[in-house]
């Protein structure tokens, strides 16, 4: 007895220390829970008995210059979502159909949706409230109010289709700008979400004495454009004109610049697309094969139709760049305008062996003043006008013109120039970068020069948005002018501007007279887009 009771005393001993351990374990365990890991236990409950849903902000409007022409804005529609865990197992074929029917969805992947057990699900953003009142009603009729929510959104639409496509981009299916001032000025343009928020039970379903908390979203900014409706849609219709009649296969641009100030009046694009439509190509020999083709092949085509030539593409200026050689002689006193006999093309010059041609070497042009040199785009004046300058100059202007560094436009996707660096420049580069040729700039890049020797001789930064339109207070914010500093002085911008006015009138740039006809015939608007041009 004495053995058996000395057993039980051991055993009840073990026994007691094993549940003291035990509760110590769980003690530490608890104290583990509630000290380290509480914080985030109490966010994720918090997360999972909360339903949040977003309504989505107007984005700003985006006016022209005018002010008055809208070229963006955002229109109310709105956004339908379920909650599966609130919908009966019975009416979830019911509800799947009926929102597969009135919103025009493949019955299979609502139905998927509906069935999932999950807290919310997104079936179809920015309905016309045609279709969603119109699931109100067989909401009503069938007595299924829980589970299906009708929330207000906003859709971005562009009144005028495919004007200014790449310059104005689009926006995407969660109001984000995807290109052009879309993207640049998103900041501004997409306000403040707003949201609708209510607390469930540990299932996803409601809590009959929880309310549901409605914050409001609060609307974007407006924004004023430097870009002109009227004078962009002249640059559109004869670029386009031009582009078919001279079959140019990779499109064209023109940039038009208000030389004073910097504003971009017209940025013109072609091919273009169709802003309300941006994922569909709008060329006919996409259209004819677009079922046809791979996503990647849509894609790739996509973004060439995105891209905005005038900022994201590189080019041989050529001659035009003759106007920048000739500013640089002029103020550093190598020659003067009316230089009668300065300068003999023979047809060709011949530089470190290596012989280059005017594009007239089968009738040289002869003597010339400097003024009759660029009437005639006479290569070996300028590649003589290069030589006297010398690489250190020439770089020395290249920098002060910007054209060594991107213009910095409020615009996504500039690219760089493409210049040999200074030190491997030797006299045939030079010859040739004198003329336009063996290296690449952007439209921009040229545009923004030739404005500084037009405005009396001052670097200017271009801009895209004038003003800025507090939504709430109506307040406008004008956005400043970027005047830099002097390039060349006035009186080399006044020769500059009475050699270029030649090479229009009776020079190798006579085409462009047709500007001063139209003036004396159209409005008011289009004499205004001469003036700039």
């Known amino acids: 007895m004495q053995n058996v009771s000395i057993k039980t005393k051991k055993r009840i001993r073990w026994v007691l220390f094993g549940s003291i351990f035990l509760l110590f374990l769980l003690s530490m365990h608890i104290a583990y829970i509630q000290f380290i890991q509480g914080g985030d236990l109490q966010g994720r409950a918090y997360e999972q008995q909360s339903l949040e849903r977003t309504i989505n902000p107007k984005r700003g409007i985006i006016y022209d210059a005018t002010g008055n022409v809208v070229l963006a804005v955002s229109s109310s529609a709105e956004t339908v979502t379920v909650n599966p865990t609130n919908i009966a197992k019975e009416n979830k074929e019911k509800v799947a159909r009926a929102l597969s029917d009135i919103l025009e969805l493949d019955y299979e992947k609502v139905l998927k949706k509906v069935r999932k057990n999950s807290s919310i699900e997104t079936i179809a953003k920015k309905q016309e409230k045609q279709k969603t009142d119109e699931l109100r009603k067989w909401m009503n009729q069938n007595n299924i109010i829980e589970g299906i929510n009708i929330d207000e959104d906003t859709k971005r639409f562009y009144p005028y289709n495919n004007l200014a496509s790449q310059f104005i981009g689009f926006c995407g299916a969660d109001n984000q700008g995807l290109g052009g001032i879309e993207i640049k000025y998103d900041d501004i343009l997409k306000g403040k979400p707003g949201k609708i928020e209510r607390t469930s039970d540990a299932t996803g379903g409601n809590l009959e004495e929880a309310k549901e908390e409605y914050v409001p979203a609060e609307d974007g900014d407006s924004i004023v454009l430097s870009l002109d409706m009227t004078i962009q849609s002249i640059a559109e219709k004869y ?49 004819d094969v677009w079922d046809q083709i791979d996503q990647a092949e849509k894609n790739k085509r996509l973004q060439a139709l995105w891209r905005n030539k005038a900022i994201s593409d590189t080019y041989e200026p050529g001659s035009t760049f003759k ?211």
Not at 248 to 270: E, Q, R, W
Not at 520 to 528: K, M, S, Y
């Open 239 to 287: 670029l386009e004109n031009a582009c078919i009649d001279n079959v140019c296969t990779d499109g064209g641009n023109i940039v038009i610049m208000n030389p004073k100030t910097g504003d971009i009046l017209a940025m013109a694009t072609y091919p273009d697309f169709n802003l309300n439509t941006p994922f569909e190509s709008s060329l006919q020999e996409d259209i």
């Open 323 to 533: 106007l920048i050689t000739a500013s640089v002689a002029l103020e550093e006193g190598i020659t003067d305008i009316d230089n009668e006999g300065e300068f003999s093309c023979t047809g060709s010059i011949t530089i470190a062996g290596v012989r280059i041609k005017c594009w007239r070497h089968y009738r040289p042009h002869g003597s010339q003043s400097l003024r009759q040199g660029l009437m005639n785009s006479c290569n070996p004046v300028f590649i003589g006008l290069g030589q006297k300058i010398g690489v250190s100059k020439y770089y020395e202007y290249l920098t002060k013109y910007g054209l060594l560094e991107k213009t910095r436009i409020e615009l996504p996707g500039e690219a760089k120039s493409i210049f040999l660096a200074e030190n491997k420049m030797g006299p045939v580069e030079l010859a040739t970068v004198s003329f336009g040729q063996r290296f690449e700039i952007t439209p921009i890049q040229l545009v923004t020069a030739v404005s500084s020797i037009a405005n009396g001789g001052y670097k200017i930064t271009p801009r895209v948005v004038k003003q800025v339109i507090d939504t709430q207070t109506g307040q406008k914010t004008d956005l400043e002018i970027k005047k830099g500093e002097r390039i060349i002085s006035e009186e080399t911008s006044k020769k500059m501007l009475s050699i270029m006015q030649s090479v229009v009138d009776e020079g190798t740039g006579r085409n462009a007279r047709g500007c001063r006809i139209h003036s004396r015939r159209q409005n008011r608007n289009i004499r205004r887009w001469c003036k700039y041009k």
